[in-house]
């Protein structure tokens, strides 16, 4: 008999399953796809020599995750690659506010009367990134904070809305770049501890920078599952599981599904019946020939870009697509270029590109013609690079990953107190009514993102009860 079965072969299964099998444990993980790697897999979506990543791109929270800076995975092939700037975002007139790896930088890109501003707000959390994240990401019950000082420090800032935070800038630059930060979860600017989203982006650019991987995402995955078999646990794709009946014995069963998938393999009902999936995104994936020609200088040397004219436009979006149930008139883009660093990922030359809007949660239209209308407002003459493109919405993006419910990537939405306690209300989020069964995905603390912190706070909770047993 196994010791943990993993269903599910995401970073978060893949990083739980690692973290027991590092402990002498069993392990053996389950996949639907033909291949590892959930929202960090890597692909030809247009033409031959693309490599493009049908979901996640830009790792800020991967590079400075507690959970991967303990794993040996630059062994496995993981190599980091930084832009010149982690974050531009560009405005109508040319210019651009910045996310770099100096505050500074940062700073100054606000212009004079909010460098200050920003400076103070930061300063406190500034060279403490490690501990705050370990304490951030992890529960009370399982690690006590490292740092409380600061860690309630953050919570001070962070708990409320944040247009309470940048109630605290006088233009509009910083304004904007910080609701762009707060729209990469998909959540409303005046939410809960919407604060701490914009803010948790901003010290990790800071820390780390936001890299991407070198070859695409799939380079994460496949570290994982190559130090994973090292520690002899064995990985089986293509193997679909629709009841707990159909897999092989095992102490544990582990879950890097959504709560919906789990109710229904594992039986539990109307468990998980509040637990709600917020807006989808429709997605483009381009093979471009050259650069994508923006007009701020800033935009040509980052990682990433947001792509919103002002808060205003920005909020207006996010409203239509969570709560109008409507897709927006002028959606609010993230972007990603990372054969700017990356040329592996291109032929020479060519470069790859995506973005996204939000749309709402199941929305079956085209909004091809909205993106590109925005992209065209900020690098007129884009049209003219595109080469090939694959466009994916909510249904789209679903079939790619069954933990896209309604094409939702943040695998629930993380609005309200479901933003940080998810999927229900519990001291104990990883547990399910089956003492023999956890979750580990995206649906659980601290919520969505290429990091694995999901899975390793998950495996606390597995391992605790199988030394128990």
């Known amino acids: 008999m196994l010791d943990a079965v993993v269903v599910g072969a995401g970073p978060n299964g893949l990083t739980a399953a690692v973290e027991l099998a590092r402990r002498g444990f069993s392990v053996a993980v389950f996949e639907a796809r033909d291949t590892v790697g959930g929202g960090a897999r890597t692909e030809e979506l247009t033409l031959p020599g693309f490599r493009h990543d049908p979901c996640s791109a830009a790792h800020p929270l991967g590079v400075n995750s507690p959970a991967f800076k303990a794993l040996p995975l630059g062994r496995y092939g993981l190599e980091w690659l930084h832009h010149e700037l982690p974050m531009a975002h560009p405005f109508p007139d040319g210019t651009a506010a910045v996310l770099s790896r100096s505050v500074a930088e940062t700073a100054a890109s606000f212009g004079p009367r909010d460098a200050g501003t920003y400076r103070r707000l930061v300063d406190p959390f500034t060279g403490r990134w490690d501990t705050l994240a370990r304490d951030f990401m992890s529960l009370p019950l399982s690690a006590l904070p490292r740092d409380p000082v600061t860690l309630a420090r953050f919570g001070l800032v962070g708990l409320p809305p944040s247009t309470w935070l940048t109630r605290r800038f006088h233009d509009e630059r910083a304004k904007t770049l910080f609701a762009g930060l707060v729209a990469h979860v998909m959540a409303p600017l005046d939410g809960f501890a919407t604060g701490a989203v914009g803010l948790v982006f901003a010290l990790a650019a800071h820390a780390g920078g936001w890299p991407v991987a070198r070859g695409g995402s799939q380079s994460i995955s496949d570290a994982l599952t190559a130090y994973l078999k090292d520690l002899g646990g064995t990985v089986h794709t293509d193997y679909e599981v629709k009841r707990l009946d159909d897999l092989p014995p095992a102490r544990a069963y582990v879950f890097d599904t959504s709560p919906t998938a789990l109710s229904r393999i594992a039986g539990f009902g109307r468990y998980y019946e509040r637990y709600r999936y917020g807006p989808?995104?429709?997605?483009?994936?381009?093979?471009?020939?050259?650069?994508?020609?923006?007009?701020?200088?800033?935009?040509?040397?980052?990682?990433?870009?947001?792509?919103?004219?002002?808060?205003?436009?920005?909020?207006?979006?996010?409203?239509?697509?969570?709560?109008?149930?409507?897709?927006?008139?002028?959606?609010?883009?993230?972007?990603?270029?990372?054969?700017?660093?990356?040329?592996?990922?291109?032929?020479?030359?060519?470069?790859?590109?995506?973005?996204?809007?939000?749309?709402?949660?199941?929305?079956?239209?085209?909004?091809?013609?909205?993106?590109?209308?925005?992209?065209?407002?900020?690098?007129?003459?884009?049209?003219?690079?595109?080469?090939?493109?694959?466009?994916a919405g909510p249904p789209e993006m679903a079939a790619r990953n069954a933990n896209y419910v309604g094409g939702d990537i943040a695998c629930g939405a993380a609005s309200g107190l479901q933003l940080m306690l998810r999927p229900r209300l519990s001291l104990f989020p990883y547990s399910t009514p089956h003492p023999a069964v956890f979750i580990c995905s995206s649906a659980t603390p601290p919520g969505p993102g290429v990091h694995g912190m999901s899975g390793h706070n998950a495996a606390k909770a597995v391992w605790r009860r199988l030394r128990q047993a």
Request: charged share 25%.
């Open 280 to 391: 989808g995104v429709f997605k483009i994936d381009y093979a471009l020939d050259g650069p994508v020609p923006w007009t701020a200088k800033e935009a040509r040397r980052a990682g990433t870009v947001q792509v919103g004219a002002s808060r205003a436009e920005i909020g207006t979006a996010l409203r239509a697509a969570s709560r109008e149930g409507r897709a927006p008139d002028a959606p609010f883009l993230i972007t990603v270029q990372p054969s700017v660093v990356d040329p592996s990922r291109a032929p020479d030359g060519k470069q790859v590109f995506w973005a996204y809007g939000h749309v709402p949660n199941g929305w079956t239209g085209d909004l091809t013609d909205a993106i590109e209308r925005q992209l065209e407002r900020f690098a007129p003459g884009f049209r003219d690079r595109v080469l090939a493109r694959a466009t």
